[in-house]
């Protein structure tokens, strides 16, 4: 018999409503608890989910029997939410990022070791099928050597009230970048303007370049006309196109590809063009969502690592801070332009 | 009666011949002289277009009776043929870019000046429906305030021998870019990769910072499995997809955006959004390089300066030679990284 | 203050529980029962909807203070779910369509009629914001003349299986085509096959041709690899493309046309070609369901007739008749072929 | 060393000029003639191809010492010059559809047999790469059993001043469905309208049933405001979607069905449902025109039957008489319609 785990939730805001769903569907979860300041909301969810208990005092719901906590509030309360269900014995689940700063995110990895409990960051997408799916491409080396990488995450989207469209949209693509490629970039830059607020970019462009040699880039923005959720990634021997947009055939493998032929006798190089047939694989249409959870309540029964554990969830954090540390210009007004600095290099040298 | 404008050609590789086909075919042409080192390609030209004299000497070609030069050469040559065909009283044509660095960009311009030669750049794009339709939206304020652009120019392409990805495909943005907001960039900045050839960038991603604060950014690459020809402007009162694979439909002016609201009383700025229709304009379906050789011949005719005079060709030129002047490393070994100067002001504190 | 009517819901299959969320929504219904054979899915209604009575008796549902009944069970009981309804004082909303004969759905007409009950038939597309800005174009003269209509409703589909493609699909398309027309076909017929099962169609094609001259034609399939639900209305002004899986867009309306220019003096007739701007309205979001419930309910207070009431569901059924006749074979074996009556004349004539 | 073929064209109006280029091109071909009443066009070709001998009179033009000609005049003059060029000893090349009737095609067919000349239609789809792949497909049983076929050939077009749009349009979709499935269709039935112009229907779509049970539809339309060059061919193991609008991947095979399951022991037949991986073969990008005419002379050479030899072409024209004969009505004014025959049984019926 399946042992079920009590499962609470924190935060009821947009994001919280689609976890208690999937808590109530999860076969190792039972959904005990909800936690959020607004009494309407947990009504809503109490008549939804009836046997679930609502708290609006989150000491009073860490003291309850609930064995993992699932954490959908705004960015800036994740690390102290997680810091208390942790020291309270819990098991958690952070919604992405893990935290506001690596220094904090670090602080819970490191919090989650010492106690032994498992500390999960939810990067949704690092759990679908088509990002397994590449991951499993590039492990295989199907796609040879991995050249470039291109991301365009892009519609006229929410204005997140919290964050900037680099904590907002960026945090995908740079979550799914680290799990394909497992490496962390050595340097990063981003470049953006703060169109409709003050202070708040609403669209930019990221740029990482990997000890291994291969570049990437990735263009956020709330403001496009056009939905785009596009991500290509170059190899030497087969190149992908992943769509997310794409009501079916997400993924596209192309036998395509251009290759430096060694010369014979004392010739030049001569470029040659490969162009073959393009596959797109039949993917399954689970529900990430529900994969990442039972994947939590898996790491929770067995105590493996989760995919996207604490150091994973660090690690995205400080990618996008070197990507978004300011080396030119403390603030950013509107009508202001954000230069961030490229690396430690430059940094160093301009100091 | 339309007087006709003598034409000769220098170059009869992958470009020339279509310049070829418009000089035969200009009402205010007469095609008389072709010049190539190749006699195969020049008896090729003269069964095709007979009454054409051909030349593989370019001092006999500039001596004849030619009025105006187009020079379809490779781009290290650019300088050195349309000094000379200006020195012989020449109006000169030049394909893109006009020359290999702004300083002898620079250098044809005055020179067209001091002797009152009609100087044109190939900018082919600057000519077409598509381009001059938003331009149009822009100058009548329909667009309202350009808030940032987004250019791809990416498929599997065919390598140009002489220059790397920006220098051959970046050029064709970049003059879009300059013709649409009349304002040159205070700073650029460009990321890529050598992927293929040691020492030419394949896949690049350049930056650029405008005075008035927009910013627009362009991907370029060799190396990409589908072929994309798409840029965004986002204005805050109209945004526009240009997408010049589509077979119709290539502008689509898009009533969305987002803007903040004044505060009614002493509350807090509230974001607006709006979603209205979207028009695809009908646009002509003239071919570009015809409409831009009547130009040229047109201001041959009158003395006007052409759309992209020798100091829009210098301007393009400069443009990208901010984005692409290295800051880092000297060099750009196979598996090397480029990461370029992020204008003036960095360079300067880091020296 | 809005009087509430209560409602209740007969079937809980495939589509009831959409039914009965929008029932839980809509702001003048009380949703106060729910009837089906099966306890396992009333117990899933009943902890959903809370308050709501549970039935597995249909007449004790129809002995309760239901004001108003909405149908959704398989079609062949249709007809005599809605006459008891309709006898015990109920008024009726039943899902497309309406009744299994044209014969059943008269009578139901008829004894609504007789009764001063309100009868729908559930035609959602018909309240969907895309048809009805087409019906706007139409009747306000934008489109011209209405020349043809196409309609492609294809896709690899759960198979129904009470009846055949025909019944199931091309009853959507049909609603549509009446709704917009106003008149019905005067001459009907389908041409299909049964590819996987004996005697039932899974692929078919319809036409209609209706007094006004005008013509339509109609694919529906299950076994189609992707998947297609696209319009074609043809106007002698304006032509329109109604996509129903684009995201955004769906309704795309093109200036284009093709006309007979007057000769001038005792000249030919020439054809003149008009291309210009293509215009996508934007569209309203709201859900075509929960407008269709909102109108029934509004009918039922106000006493007027429902866009699509108990003639309009007849006309749909005997639309969908004249075009299924069989004229040429009784049955339908497998890999063999149904060639249906071409309307009455032809049937007459052969008689 | 390859044995040249003197090659004379008889039309020089919408299609002969690329007749022209493709046999001044072709290996196998000295170009040496051209016939057309009009002296214009003849001069434009003198000048484009030198060598090539110039025709006013079609007598002269059939004494000259041309082995093969090909025709590319109106259809109505197909049947007259074929005739008298296989009476003049050449071989034949007619551009499709090869006569107005399928009794002049008949005839054509054994006047070749009984001359020993080679007798080929212009069904230039048939060997284009997209519509050989399928062939092979088909062929080589990867589709399984072929169900249904679905062309949809629909744009704004040229109003061909000759013929109809099933003469036009729907001859190129037969051509292709009677090759993939080498077997004549035993009923035909089409439907359409004369919007435009009195007795010529510019929109209509066309059923075909064969004796292996297999059915197709064609929808074709001069009168459309979106370009759509779309087929679809269901077999019992793959289905493919054949799009030439699309700029490369043009042929998709899916591996997507429904079959059903033989039941175990007494029970029901279920239904399964394959959904699989989606394969876009690389294709090539040769001519199609140009393997046709490299076929053809290879044929004279070999004295081998092409494949779209005199048969196939007159089995098209038969299978378009066989949808269009008229049933109902003798004429078709604007804003009438035509209902057809559909096939013999039921016009002997009716009779």
């Known amino acids: 018999m399946t042992k079920m785990i009590r499962t609470g939730l924190i935060g009821l805001g ?25 009494p309407a909301r947990l009504n809503r969810m109490a008549r939804q989910y009836p046997g679930t ?15 993992a906590v699932l954490i959908a509030t705004p960015i800036g309360t994740h690390y102290e939410l997680a810091r208390r269900a942790l020291l309270t014995g819990k098991h958690v ?8 700063t690596s220094a904090r995110a670090a602080e819970l990895m490191e919090m989650a070791a ?39 995450r892009v519609n006229l989207g929410l204005y997140n009230k919290d964050v900037d469209v680099v904590w907002d949209l960026a945090v995908h693509d740079v979550s799914i970048l680290l799990y394909w490629l497992g490496e962390m970039p050595e340097r990063a830059c981003s470049f953006g303007r703060c169109c409709v607020q003050r202070a708040k970019r609403d669209v930019a462009n990221l740029w990482f370049q990997f000890p291994s040699g291969r570049v990437a880039w990735c263009e956020v923005s709330w403001l496009s006309p056009q939905k785009m959720r596009r991500t290509c990634i170059v190899g030497s021997e087969r190149m992908v196109v992943y769509d997310d947009t794409e009501p079916s055939e997400k993924v596209r493998i192309y036998d395509r590809g251009v290759n430096l032929r060694r010369p014979e006798n004392f010739g030049e190089f001569q470029l040659s063009y490969r162009l073959g047939d393009m596959v ?4 399954s249409n689970a529900e990430p969502l529900l994969i990442e959870i039972d994947h939590f309540l898996d790491c ?10 604490g150091k994973f969830g660090q690690d995205v954090v400080r990618a996008i801070e070197m990507a978004s540390d300011i080396g030119w210009k403390a603030g950013c007004a509107q009508e202001e332009l954000l230069l961030n600095r490229m690396g430690r290099e430059l940094a160093e040298k301009a100091a």
Chains 1, 2, 3, 4 share one sequence.
């Open 14 to 38: 947009y994001w919280g409503p689609n976890l208690a769903r999937v808590l109530a569907q999860a076969q190792k979860s039972e959904f005990t608890a909800v936690c959020d300041l607004d």
């Open 53 to 67: 208990r609502t708290f609006t005092d989150v000491n009073q719901f860490l003291n309850s029997d609930v064995e």
């Open 93 to 100: 689940f952070v919604e992405k990022p893990l935290a506001d």
């Open 114 to 152: 010492r106690l032994d409990r498992r500390l999960m960051a939810g990067h949704t997408f690092v759990y679908s099928p088509p990002v397994v799916k590449i991951k499993e491409l590039i492990d295989s080396g199907t796609l040879g050597d991995v050249r470039y990488l291109s991301f365009s």
């Open 280 to 283: 797109a694989p039949h993917l």
């Open 300 to 309: 929770i029964e067995s105590g493996a690592a989760p995919r996207t554990d």
